[in-house]
């Protein structure tokens, strides 16, 4: 089928998986031995570079590397038939060449994420020298003091940056996820959870020590933002904190917008971030009236950017996804949910699921970035978010209601209806169905649609890599879900459980912007 006659979606036909143990449990297998499978297919395929190149995690062999390093972390939960035939680690050692390449450290290209940075080859050496003391269990690391002057000239040219950077012949924000400061942020985040040996921590220290300062610059440059679209269109539609994507446009998604920069935000340490957290609640509640406003779709950006599509995109890099992935975060923050819960956020929930689920079976395939695994896997963190801070849910609406003296809405029932099953439901028939798209499946089938193959087909955010992620991380929320119901059942506690306990430490959240806190990996 040619590109031109792929829709944008197809009809979803999939009924939500019910959520039992029996059913917990087989999709638990099915998804370890689609790792599995996925992981040595992405191995056999992806080449093994000699050399660093100009590429990022984005689409490009780091991300690749990335992608085993997270699997070698996660392979507790993961263990099958397989395990001994696959090393993820290896894998990932592999694909790490030595040293740094040799290319400028560009205002614009500060995230481990883009492109055309050393900061990428920083990010895995890191990783990588905690990977080889067995995460840290068995020795402390060390990194070599390139490393550490490397990442030092990026934090000091992140705090120089102003709200707009220069980006090859164009302006583009200089906080995104993919290319600017908030990347930089959460190598940062995850960098400072490992514990490295005396001589490099003193070496490190002071770059993390200006976490802080990098924190306070991201959010005046959303304040700078607000107030440079407030000049230009007026307050009517202006945010406390926005973002500049394309100069002129502020946007939304994930990748290229603020439903990717707040979950970044939102994994600092409570003290770093308390005195923002009256501007970042509000932000959230403005982007949540602005997609019940739409129906449940989150718009590209403000002002409308291009042509006006036949219906907005429902992925991860732009679309309802993003918003999705930021209330997942938002609502495992007991104290954000506690003071700035508004009704809305429900109905966000609502409508962008039903949205995502109706819309989100893309014809491109399988991929994090625009595609059906990327677009499922927010719901894992709100399963996350419902199962294991519903108190917290409950107390924060309780009080909403009392503080305002206003009533709940008449028209909806979406506080019953936001439950964890409603959420894991959908997420792992999407995950199931992603099993469909190439190259994961090569087979000729009878299915009608047509998944596109992409252009990276091994990569982590276009391809199989991202995939073996995503299942991996359903893996990991499964087992931790089996495991507080058996618990439950035997009028236990997981509170000291040691195999709940993996579980949940397992959960890495999204790649390069997390969902559940900084866990030490990207």
Known sequence: MAETERPQYYE????????????????????????????????ANEPIPDKWSSGGMFKHFPGVALAF????????ILANQKAASTEFRQHA?????????????????????????PITAVSLHILSAVAETNWGVDSKPSLSPEIITCLQDAVNQALKNGFIVPHGEHRMGGDEMLFGRAGLLWLLLNARVHQFSEETQTALAPVLNMIPELIRVIIEAGREGSRD???????????????????????????????????????????????????????????????TANNGHLPMALPSRGSKRPSEL??????????????????????LTRAYWHPTWDQTLYQATCRTWEEGILSKGGSLCHGISGNAWP??????????????IDDARREYFQRTQESAEPDGNFTQKLTPNFF?????????HAFETRPYKTSPGTSDRDYRT??????????????????????????????????????????????????????????LIGGDGAQGML
């Open 454 to 511: 992409p252009d990276d087909p091994y990569s982590l955010f276009e391809g199989l890599a991202g995939n073996v992620c995503a299942w991996a991380e359903t893996c990991a929320v499964i087992q931790a879900r089996l495991r507080k119901t058996m618990l439950s059942e035997e009028g236990a506690s997981v509170d000291g459980d040691s195999m709940f306990q993996q579980a949940m430490r397992c959960r890495l959240g999204f790649p």
């Open 424 to 432: 894991l439901s959908r997420a792992l028939a999407f995950m199931l």
């Open 379 to 392: 719901w894992l963190l709100l399963h996350d978010a419902f199962e294991y801070h519903s108190n917290s």
């Open 314 to 335: 429902v992925q991860f890099c732009h679309g309802s996804p993003g918003i999705l992935l930021l209330l997942g975060t938002a609502l495992s923050n007991d104290e």
């Open 69 to 76: 390093l997270r699997l070698d972390y996660q392979s507790s």
């Open 93 to 117: 050692l592999k694909r790490i060449p030595s040293g740094l390449p040799d290319m400028p450290l560009l205002p614009s290209r500060l995230s481990p994420a883009g492109s055309f940075s």
């Open 229 to 291: 679209f407030m000049q230009k269109h007026g307050e009517k539609d202006a945010h406390p904190l926005m973002y500049v994507w394309m100069e002129g446009h502020y946007a939304f998604g994930a990748a290229h917008g603020i439903t990717g920069i707040l979950p970044i935000l939102l994994s600092c340490k409570p003290e770093e971030i308390s005195d923002f957290m009256p501007e970042i609640g509000e932000t959230i509640t403005a982007l949540c009236k602005l997609c």
């Open 12 to 43: 979803n036909t999939l009924t939500p998986l019910p959520i039992n143990p029996a059913t917990l449990i087989e999709t638990l297998r099915e998804l370890r031995e689609a790792v599995y499978n996925g992981a040595e297919i992405v191995h």
